[in-house]
């Protein structure tokens, strides 16, 4: 666990170093409030111990500000403070903070909260990806596709750069369950889903639209890079060795894709999704296994 350590006092980061160094994590420290802030908002610490008395930004303030940040993800936070007074634990923890430790602390006990707050962190992990995820394919799910769709849609207004969207369907899907049962069928969803990601980059984002169908958010792509990208993945999926395939018309899984890009498809890209699911319509009525557009 990377965490980020924030204390005015030289000693006491030092040995808040030494103890969590020990312990297997990573450490980095700040001098104070100010710093720890300027830190976070270049990178996103997801723990962080810090003392309530600081020249500047003190303990809440910094707390406060990590809890009113739109970041990425839980911060949890451990609030260090001689202050042992129930009224100041309380002022502590209505200032966001997860925790509390008293100085002097115990390093038994540091190890103890610090393990506390991991467990938690995990859970949270773990409830974020349930929200965002299909659970079959370990794709973005519908809305965590439809939050991305829309965020990359007000970059486009706002900055007038290139967005593609592809929509990909598997081809006749219902006879292959039909012919093998609901099990293999998944088996092949999550499949097609491992061929999509290693058709496209780190920065797209593939989703399972719903039932067979698949989408792909291609920020900063024209229209020429959207069909070579669906191409990719058509050829991908029509050469792929999945189980069972000769059981399919022609012998093999394939998929239809429809591509659709702003601006050279729609004036408004908040059109594009729709533009996306005709172009994957003519795919289809054309025969399938091929690119729409």
């Known amino acids: 666990?990377?965490?980020?350590?924030?204390?005015?006092?030289?000693?006491?980061?030092?040995?808040?170093?030494?103890?969590?160094?020990?312990?297997?994590?990573?450490?980095?420290?700040?001098?104070?409030g100010l710093m720890a802030w300027d830190l976070m908002l270049r990178e996103?610490?997801?723990?962080?111990?810090?003392?309530?008395m600081m020249p500047g930004i003190d303990g809440p303030e910094l707390i406060r500000r990590i809890r009113s940040a739109s970041l990425p993800g839980y911060t949890y936070v451990i609030?260090?403070?001689a202050l042992d007074g129930k009224e100041e634990v309380v002022r502590g923890l209505e200032a966001g903070a997860d925790d509390y430790l008293t100085k002097p602390f115990n390093s038994a006990e540091l190890r103890l909260r610090v393990s506390i707050g991991e467990r938690i962190l995990k859970l949270e992990a773990?409830?974020?990806e349930m929200a965002t995820h299909d659970a079959l394919t370990g794709l973005y799910n519908r809305r965590a596709f439809d939050s991305r769709l829309t965020d990359e849609i007000q970059r486009v207004r706002r900055y007038q750069r290139p967005l593609s969207l592809i929509m990909c369907?598997?081809?006749?899907?219902?006879k292959y369950n039909d012919t093998h049962g609901h099990p293999k069928g998944d088996s092949l969803l999550s499949e097609i889903?491992?061929?999509?990601?290693?058709?496209v980059r780190g920065t797209d984002a593939v989703a399972r639209y719903g039932g067979e169908e698949f989408?792909?958010?291609?920020?900063?792509?024209?229209?020429?890079?959207?069909?070579?990208?669906?191409?990719?993945?058509?050829?991908?999926?029509?050469?792929?060795?999945?189980?069972l395939?000769?059981?399919?018309?022609?012998?093999?899984?394939?998929?239809s894709v429809g591509v659709a890009s702003c601006p050279e498809d729609v004036t408004d890209v908040g059109d594009l999704l729709g533009a996306a699911d005709q172009a994957l319509y003519r795919a289809k009525q054309a025969g399938r296994n091929r690119v729409g557009q």
Do not use: C
């Open 1 to 32: 666990m990377k965490i980020l350590i924030v204390d005015d006092d030289s000693n006491q980061r030092r040995l808040l170093l030494v103890h969590l160094t020990r312990a297997g994590h990573e450490v980095e420290a700040a001098d104070d």
């Open 44 to 52: 996103h610490y997801r723990f962080v111990i810090t003392d309530w």
């Open 79 to 81: 609030l260090l403070t």
């Open 126 to 128: 773990h409830l974020r």
């Open 169 to 174: 369907d598997i081809d006749h899907f219902k």
């Open 193 to 199: 889903g491992s061929v999509l990601i290693a058709s």
């Open 215 to 243: 989408t792909i958010i291609l920020p900063e792509t024209e229209k020429a890079n959207a069909l070579v990208v669906a191409e990719k993945i058509r050829a991908g999926v029509e050469s792929y060795p999945f189980p």
């Open 245 to 255: 395939r000769e059981s399919q018309p022609g012998g093999t899984v394939t998929v």
